[in-house]
C-alpha cells in the first residue's frame, strides 16, 4: 500500500500564493504518474494538474498561466506552486498516484487525504 501525505493548504486572499506538497511512501514502490485534482462543495472531482514524467505535464485550462506541477523522482514528491489565486479556486486538493509495489503487481491508483485551500475574495 502507498501513503501519500499532503501539506500547505491554509487560507489565503485573492492574488496570493500558496505551495502544496505530496509525499509518496511504502516499504517498496514505483510510481509512474502523480498529480493533483480538486472539488469544490457541490461540483465534482476535477483535474488541476498532471505530471506522468519528469518533462511532461498537463494543466486543466483554468489553472494555466498561474499553477506549476513539479515532481521530485528521488523523493517521491509532487508539488504544486499556485499563484494569483481566484475565489472559484477554493476546494479540497487531493494528490494521487499511480504505482505499483512489485514488478509483478498491477498498477494502481492512490489518493492523499486532501487538503483544503480557500481563497477569499
Known amino acids: 500500500q502507498v501513503q501519500l501525505v499532503e501539506s500547505g493548504g491554509g487560507l489565503v486572499q485573492a492574488g496570493g500564493s500558496l505551495r502544496l506538497s505530496c509525499a509518496a511512501s511504502?516499504?517498496?514502490?514505483?510510481?509512474?504518474?502523480m498529480g493533483w485534482y480538486r472539488q469544490a462543495p457541490g461540483k465534482q472531482r476535477e483535474l488541476v494538474a498532471t505530471?506522468?514524467?519528469?518533462?511532461?505535464?498537463n494543466y486543466a485550462d483554468s489553472v494555466k498561466g498561474r499553477f506549476t506541477i513539479s515532481r521530485d523522482n528521488a523523493k517521491n514528491t509532487v508539488s504544486l506552486q499556485m499563484n494569483s489565486l481566484r475565489p472559484d479556486d477554493t476546494a479540497v486538493y487531493y494528490c494521487?498516484?499511480?504505482?505499483?509495489?512489485?514488478?509483478?503487481?498491477?498498477?494502481?491508483?492512490?489518493w492523499g487525504q486532501g487538503t483544503q485551500v480557500t481563497v477569499s475574495s
Open positions: 494521487y498516484a499511480t504505482a505499483r509495489i512489485s514488478v509483478s503487481s498491477q498498477w494502481s491508483l492512490y
Open positions: 511504502a516499504s517498496r514502490f514505483t510510481i509512474n504518474d
Open positions: 505530471m506522468p514524467t519528469a518533462i511532461t505535464t
